[in-house]
């Protein structure tokens, strides 16, 4: 028999290639289609062209077509059915086949589907002959090496779009144009676009259906927001999230299952098909979730979500919203999906396995960039998933499965790399160096003994609520701190440590009944001291006031908001 891999590569650079929503959100459609509707209505066409039933799979509706899938109880082995589906995600897709020929039609089918439909999008497919009598989480290694070999030997998608002798360039991507295109509701004149932006418009209807779909199965008279002019308040956000060490586990998937199952390829394959079905089941249903704290006052439609989601699949999440509810809104999301993994039986059963019997469930981090609405979206997805690889640092100091996010409020526009934003935040004296935040922060609720340890105690996510109330109006519209006072202390925090603290130490007995020794670290101080990440012989220094201050406007809505 023979195993085929389909996957996509460099999907963020083809998703957020231009600064256009409609774009972005068709890139996301195509992706999700290349693993899904384009692999299984392929292995339809191969099969009936070599006079074999159609498996009839597909359904524009995904809980359809993933029930199907769970049902599908052809087994390539056992019955000799041509094609047995494993996987089918968004951008990815594993099918075990009878003949090589059969496999071969099959890639060729999927490649040139989406050279039609996709032009840009980098999509390769590779087999490799498999022997029952080899364990088939070692093929499932194998054919993923070959397609890392295969993959690598390709020329990029850029290669296919020549500029020379000349041409006329797209007026969105800077590719070589193809067409002129109205852009749908506005009176401008058509403009050139490449056959790569074409291709991202003209799924844009079907792919808003899809999402709403997703959102009707649990509230069927909404939809959600077809472009940010839907979305109220002064600051956008865009929310990207990601599962933790799932690649790995997937890898690793022989390791993790039952014991008795390593002798069965067919108990792995039906646990691997389960696992991958539920992995999504559970991260829309976390997003669902996540819906509920939106405040009513967000709502500029009674029946539309105020939120543009762009990417739904598999473990990961990309929206923008209204950066007013985006830090509650991504915690949210974060704590469903740890509990809705850890009700799952199968993906229960194989997380107790990954970590203990006491943290059976699967973690995700975040990362948050509020903005104002006209910064350039591309840049503000950058700086997003910066932050979320920044709240993937919790993997490194804490074993048990950690849910994390990290965030950052852009006021200054001249600096929007996370790299060069937190540089401007290190300090450094003749002592020790110190920093002006403590971010990232934990969503998780942790066992005991991690909550004692100070970089673990620093960082939860209840801390930071309580100092940033303290920074909010009472019922009487003062605030608790004086805004005067504090804008002061945050000054004095970039003339060092010790400067910070001497003015903190003149204040504090005058606002303590106000709660100001909420922002201490060490004793009588704004600051912590923690070892030296990989380092324990030294120590830094770090203060959350900055976080404090920075997500006081933004934790308002603390309790659940409208219920749809």
């Given amino acids: 028999m023979y195993l085929a891999l389909l996957e996509t590569a460099g999907n963020q650079r083809y998703i957020f290639a231009t600064n256009k929503l409609r ?5 996301s459609e195509l992706t999700y289609r290349a693993g899904t509707q384009w692999v299984l209505e392929s292995v339809d066409t191969v099969l009936k062209r070599n006079g074999h039933t159609p498996l009839a799979l597909w359904d524009t509706e995904a809980q359809v077509f993933r029930d199907r899938l769970r049902q599908h109880g052809h087994r390539c082995a056992e019955i000799r059915q041509p094609v047995e589906v494993v996987v089918v995600t968004s951008g990815k897709a594993i099918l075990l086949i009878q003949a090589e020929k059969i496999a071969q039609d099959i890639i060729r089918e999927v490649t040139a589907h989406a050279l039609r439909e996709a032009p840009g999008l980098d999509l390769c497919g590779c087999y490799i002959e ?25 020329p990029g998608p850029v290669m296919r779009f020549m500029r ?23 009176d401008n004149p058509p403009r050139r676009v490449s056959a790569t932006v074409s291709s991202k418009r003209d799924v844009v209807k079907p792919a808003r259906t899809r999402l709403d779909r997703v959102l009707r199965r649990v509230y069927p008279d909404f939809t959600f927001a077809d472009n940010i002019d839907n979305l109220t308040g002064d600051w956008h956000a865009i929310i990207h999230a990601d599962g933790n060490g799932l690649g790995q586990l997937f890898l690793k998937f022989d390791e993790y299952i039952n014991q008795n199952a390593l002798e069965l390829n067919r108990e792995y394959l039906s646990t691997y098909r389960e696992f991958s079905i539920a992995l999504e089941e559970c991260t829309e249903a976390a997003f669902m979730h996540a819906l509920h704290v939106i405040p009513e006052e967000a709502y500029r439609q009674e029946t539309t979500v105020p939120l543009v989601p762009l990417v739904l699949g598999g473990d990961d999440l990309t929206v923008i919203c209204d950066g007013k509810y985006a830090l509650n809104f ?13 009700e799952h039986t199968v993906i229960r059963a194989i997380a107790a396995q990954v970590s203990s019997e006491d943290t059976p469930y699967l973690s995700s981090c975040a990362g948050v960039a509020i903005i104002k609405p006209n910064f350039p979206f591309f840049t503000a997805y950058d700086l997003a998933e910066d932050l979320l690889h920044s709240a993937k640092i919790v993997k490194n100091e804490i074993v048990v499965p950690c849910s994390a996010l990290d965030f950052h409020v852009l006021h200054d526009s001249s600096v929007v790399t ?14 020790a160096s110190s ?25 939860t996510w209840g801390l930071l609520v309580d100092r940033a109330k303290k920074l ?24 060092g440590r010790l400067e910070s603290d001497a003015l903190y130490a003149a204040m504090a007995h005058r606002y303590e009944k106000q709660g100001i020794r909420a922002f201490e670290g060490d004793a009588g101080s704004l600051f912590h001291r923690e070892p030296v990440p ?15 201050m920075d997500a006081a406007d933004f934790l308002t809505h603390t309790a659940e908001g409208r219920p749809l």
């Fill in 130 to 154: 498999w022997k029952d009598s080899t364990p088939i989480g070692d093929a499932l290694r194998m054919v993923h090496h070959r397609y890392e070999v295969a993959h690598s030997g390709l």
């Fill in 23 to 27: 774009e972005n959100v068709g890139a």
């Fill in 472 to 495: 909010r109006h009472e019922e009487d519209g003062r605030r608790q701190l004086p805004t005067s006072q504090m804008h002061m202390l945050r000054a004095g925090l970039f003339d």
């Fill in 435 to 459: 920093s002006l935040y403590t971010r990232p922060y934990i969503i998780s609720d942790l066992p005991p003994d991690d909550l004692e340890r100070i970089w673990v105690e620093r960082r």
């Fill in 418 to 431: 996370l790299s060069s934003i937190r540089a401007h935040l290190q300090l450094q004296d003749a002592s």
């Fill in 164 to 186: 020379l002798p000349f041409f006329a360039e797209c007026a969105t991507s800077g590719l070589p144009a193809n067409t002129l295109q109205h852009i749908e509701g506005q």
């Fill in 330 to 342: 991504a915690r949210a999301f974060l704590q469903a999906f740890e509990r809705f993994t850890g």
């Fill in 534 to 548: 990989g380092d324990v012989q030294k120590v830094e220094y770090a203060t959350g006031l900055l976080d404090a």
